[in-house]
């Protein structure tokens, strides 16, 4: 019958998207890397529909210079693959294809659907956790499994429009964070969600919609069930993109940050003095000043810094139990980095580094002889110089002899003051109520 297959095939009314044509935005593809051009037009000649998506769209309409670009298409990985000559697949869980230019790398998502997902649960955890993600869909499917509003806008290259599945314009106007559907199913499918919105708000100055930050406190602990490695790479994007300080304020207000680095956690809430979560702070600080100079920042110093105060209270601990400094920072070290790791997942080639940067501290403290020289030539000298001042700055360390060093490094002989002939002396006049500073070992 006629009528039955009329209504059967009519589709679930969602509004309709908001396209915006191309003279009512402001993305210009002078601003659009060109190597992403050439995607999206020899997919576009290709016969395929090609669209920028997420971070690059949000950020070009925001005037800001977008980190990476990525591309949405209605061709399957393989076809992708068939278009481009220098175009890799990667990913199980999440098939993608690259595509090489030099250096930068563009990446081309198929449309894909949250459908299968839902309905299977051997796709799923027990708390909802979405194993799988390959089914693909349509360009508005796409857009609703995608995480906040303001990463559902596509900019198509077929017209130069904008398409708005989500009303992500108007939230993007507004400085707003929404997450898509219901914020606590989205949550449990990918915990890292939480962290992207403490990411984001921090990278934009936006605030959470009061339905999308609700649920974050009480599902924090979710993110235990996230493989380490995957935290990783979310803890290096929070606190290696020039807005560190911020995303730290807003992982500690939303009780995220416990679930990433418990041992740091439990000092910074214990300490009566202050100057731990000061160390962190200024860590942040120097980093995001570092990030905006466009000078180099590592992995490395940004772990012994997060890491630190757990580390030498640890220390503190074995060297009051009789155990020589150097020793004592070496153990509590290996107990602190193995509880870590299996939270964040630590690289070698970073963690090796980091504990270089700790087991120097000590070695500051003697500046007659030759011992200076021998320092100064070591290879991580530069961060663990770096680390030293930063503990002076936050009062842990002597700020003399951060500046002995200092001037050390800048006469290029051995400053001859008395003060620097002595090992350093912690500057905490409020922990050192229960014992004598006097001839402690130095830390590190
Ligand atoms: P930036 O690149 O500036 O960090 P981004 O928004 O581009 O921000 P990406 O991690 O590059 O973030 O992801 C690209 C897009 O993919 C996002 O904008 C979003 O639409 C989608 N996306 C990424 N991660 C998730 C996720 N965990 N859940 C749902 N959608 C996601
Ligand atoms: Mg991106």
Same mark, same amino acid.
């Given at each position: 019958?006629?009528?039955?297959?009329?209504?059967?095939?009519?589709?679930?009314?969602?509004? &309709?998207?908001? !396209?915006?044509?191309?003279?009512?935005?402001?993305?210009? $593809?002078?601003?659009?890397?060109?190597?992403? =051009?050439?995607? =999206?037009?020899?997919?576009?000649?290709?016969?395929?529909?090609?669209?920028?998506?997420?971070?690059?769209?949000?950020? /070009?309409?925001? +005037?800001?210079?977008?980190?990476?670009?990525?591309?949405?298409?209605?061709? *399957?990985?393989?076809?992708?693959?068939? #278009?481009?000559?220098?175009?890799?697949?990667?990913?199980?869980?999440?098939?993608?294809?690259? !595509?090489?230019?030099?250096?930068?790398?563009?990446? !081309?998502?198929?449309?894909?659907?949250?459908?299968?997902?839902?309905?299977?649960?051997?796709? @799923? @955890?027990?708390?909802?956790? #979405?194993?799988?993600?390959?089914?693909?869909?349509?360009?508005?499917?796409? &857009?609703? $499994?995608?995480?906040? *509003?303001?990463?559902? /806008?596509?900019?198509?290259?077929?017209?130069?429009?904008?398409?708005?599945?989500?009303?992500?314009?108007?939230?993007?106007?507004? +400085?707003?964070?929404?997450?898509?559907?219901?914020?606590? @199913?989205?949550?449990?499918?990918?915990?890292?969600?939480?962290?992207?919105?403490?990411?984001?708000?921090?990278?934009?100055?936006?605030?959470? &919609?009061?339905? *999308?930050?609700?649920?974050? *406190?009480?599902?924090?602990?979710?993110?235990?069930?996230?493989?380490?490695?995957?935290?990783?790479?979310? #803890? /290096?994007?929070?606190?290696?993109?020039?807005? +560190? #300080?911020?995303?730290f304020e807003h992982l500690r207000h939303y009780g995220l940050f416990g679930h990433l680095f418990p041992d740091t956690e439990e000092s910074l809430t214990h300490e009566e003095g202050g100057f731990p979560i000061t160390l962190v702070l200024k860590g942040l600080e120097n980093t995001d000043l570092r990030v905006q100079q466009g000078k180099p920042v590592t992995p490395a110093f940004l772990f012994a810094f997060l890491l630190w105060e757990p580390v030498r209270r640890q220390a503190e601990f074995y060297a009051q139990q009789g155990m020589e400094s150097g020793p004592a920072l070496h153990q509590a070290a290996s107990e602190v980095l193995e509880r870590q790791v299996g939270h964040v997942a630590i690289p070698k080639r970073f963690s090796v580094p980091m504990r270089e940067i700790w087991s120097m501290q000590s070695r500051f403290a003697y500046t007659r002889g030759k011992r200076p020289q021998r320092l100064r030539s070591h290879p991580r000298f530069r961060a663990a110089y770096d680390f030293l001042l930063l503990r002076a700055e936050s009062g842990e360390a002597d700020p003399q002899l951060a500046d002995w060093w200092t001037r050390y490094q800048q006469d290029g002989e051995q400053p001859a003051a008395e003060e620097s002939t002595r090992p350093a002396k912690r500057r905490r006049p409020r922990r050192r109520r229960r014992k004598p500073a006097a001839d402690q070992p130095p830390e590190g």
């Amino acid at each position: 019958m006629i009528f039955s297959r009329f209504f059967k095939k009519k589709p679930k009314s969602r509004p &309709a998207p908001r !396209v915006i044509p191309r003279d009512e935005h402001n993305i210009s $593809r002078a601003n659009i890397s060109p190597n992403a =051009l050439k995607v =999206l037009y020899r997919l576009k000649s290709a016969g395929y529909q090609a669209y920028l998506v997420g971070g690059g769209v949000r950020d /070009l309409l925001l +005037g800001l210079e977008p980190k990476d670009f990525d591309i949405a298409t209605d061709a *399957t990985p393989e076809e992708v693959k068939g #278009v481009f000559r220098n175009c890799r697949l990667i990913g199980r869980r999440f098939r993608l294809a690259h !595509v090489h230019f030099g250096r930068e790398i563009i990446e !081309v998502a198929t449309f894909r659907s949250m459908r299968e997902a839902d309905a299977d649960p051997a796709q @799923t @955890t027990e708390n909802g956790m #979405v194993l799988r993600d390959n089914v693909y869909g349509t360009i508005e499917e796409d &857009a609703l $499994r995608r995480d906040f *509003t303001v990463n559902a /806008l596509y900019y198509n290259i077929a017209d130069f429009s904008v398409i708005d599945y989500a009303d992500g314009l108007a939230d993007l106007k507004a +400085g707003v964070l929404r997450l898509m559907g219901d914020p606590e @199913t989205r949550y449990r499918e990918d915990p890292v969600r939480m962290l992207r919105a403490a990411r984001f708000a921090a990278k934009l100055g936006f605030r959470l &919609a009061p339905e *999308t930050e609700e649920p974050i *406190t009480r599902l924090a602990s979710l993110l235990d069930e996230v493989p380490p490695a995957r935290l990783f790479e979310e #803890v /290096l994007k929070l606190f290696l993109s020039g807005t +560190g #300080v911020q995303a730290f304020e807003h992982l500690r207000h939303y009780g995220l940050f416990g679930h990433l680095f418990p041992d740091t956690e439990e000092s910074l809430t214990h300490e009566e003095g202050g100057f731990p979560i000061t160390l962190v702070l200024k860590g942040l600080e120097n980093t995001d000043l570092r990030v905006q100079q466009g000078k180099p920042v590592t992995p490395a110093f940004l772990f012994a810094f997060l890491l630190w105060e757990p580390v030498r209270r640890q220390a503190e601990f074995y060297a009051q139990q009789g155990m020589e400094s150097g020793p004592a920072l070496h153990q509590a070290a290996s107990e602190v980095l193995e509880r870590q790791v299996g939270h964040v997942a630590i690289p070698k080639r970073f963690s090796v580094p980091m504990r270089e940067i700790w087991s120097m501290q000590s070695r500051f403290a003697y500046t007659r002889g030759k011992r200076p020289q021998r320092l100064r030539s070591h290879p991580r000298f530069r961060a663990a110089y770096d680390f030293l001042l930063l503990r002076a700055e936050s009062g842990e360390a002597d700020p003399q002899l951060a500046d002995w060093w200092t001037r050390y490094q800048q006469d290029g002989e051995q400053p001859a003051a008395e003060e620097s002939t002595r090992p350093a002396k912690r500057r905490r006049p409020r922990r050192r109520r229960r014992k004598p500073a006097a001839d402690q070992p130095p830390e590190g």
